[in-house]
T-cell receptor, first 111, second 111 residues
Framework: DTAVSQTPKYLVTQMGNDKSIKCEQN?????MYWYKQDSKKFLKIMFS???????INETVPNRFSPKSPDKAHLNLHINSLELGDSAVYFC??????????FGPGTRLTVT | EDQVTQSPEALRLQEGESSSLNCSYT??????LFWYRQDPGKGPEFLFT???AGEEKEKERLKATLTKKESFLHITAPKPEDSATYLC????????????FGTGTRLTIIP
């Protein structure tokens, strides 16, 4: 069974559209994260939730809104997509902020 | 602000040729230093956590070491399947629980 899963794996959309990415973990972890990896492979934290409470909110445009319906799920909704949003988005989870386990990534392409 | 610098950017080795990857960091109180491996098209895979200077961890052909300013990932007699990008990240004792990543070292092992 996959520990951290994301859907979809690929997402191609036009500028101005709204899209969502879903993440689920079955590890029993209490903290979940969203990261963005740009074209130069640099991995940067966007958000983190602990037990459904937002604990990290880096400098991210407010077009990005995370939602955590429960401890095992963390979704990312993006409004009014822009070309610069094209990247690979990774979900991760951890227990008590120890080592993080990453999902397979969602490659978002905005045209 | 926490900073992580990895060198070299890319490294090509012959199979069996041992070498080391470097991760230099500045952080206000190190809570943990993490090594990850990332294969193309996949999410980062956790390898090691180091907590204090002098600590060492080993896994198969990999050994990670830590000083107060840097960490090394030593690879002994590598095989082609060790080819990947190796990422280093740090977590601070202060502030939120985010990981700050370096830009990685792309390792290629030539058969």
């Amino acid at each position: 069974d996959t520990a951290v899963s994301q859907t979809p794996k690929y997402l191609v959309t036009q500028m101005g559209n709204d899209k969502s990415i879903k993440c689920e973990q079955n590890l029993g972890h209490d903290t979940m994260y969203w990261y963005k990896q740009d074209s130069k492979k640099f991995l940067k934290i966007m958000f983190s939730y602990n037990n459904k409470e937002l604990i990290i909110n880096e400098t991210v445009p407010n077009r990005f809104s995370p939602k955590s319906p429960d401890k095992a799920h963390l979704n990312l909704h993006i409004n009014s997509l822009e070309l610069g949003d094209s990247a690979v988005y990774f979900c991760a989870s951890s227990f008590r902020a120890d080592e993080q386990y990453f999902g397979p990534g969602t490659r978002l392409t905005v045209t | 602000e926490d900073q992580v610098t990895q060198s070299p950017e890319a490294l090509r080795l012959q199979e069996g040729e041992s070498s080391s990857l470097n991760c230099s960091y500045t952080v206000s109180g190190l809570r943990g230093l993490f090594w990850y491996r990332q294969d193309p098209g996949k999410g980062p895979e956790f390898l090691f956590t180091l907590y204090s200077a002098g600590e060492e961890k080993e896994k198969e052909r990999l050994k990670a070491t830590l000083t107060k300013k840097e960490s090394f990932l030593h690879i002994t007699a590598p095989k082609p399947e060790d080819s990947a990008t190796y990422l280093c990240a740090v977590r601070s004792n202060f502030g939120n629980e985010k990981l700050t990543f370096g830009t990685g070292t792309r390792l290629t092992i030539i058969p």
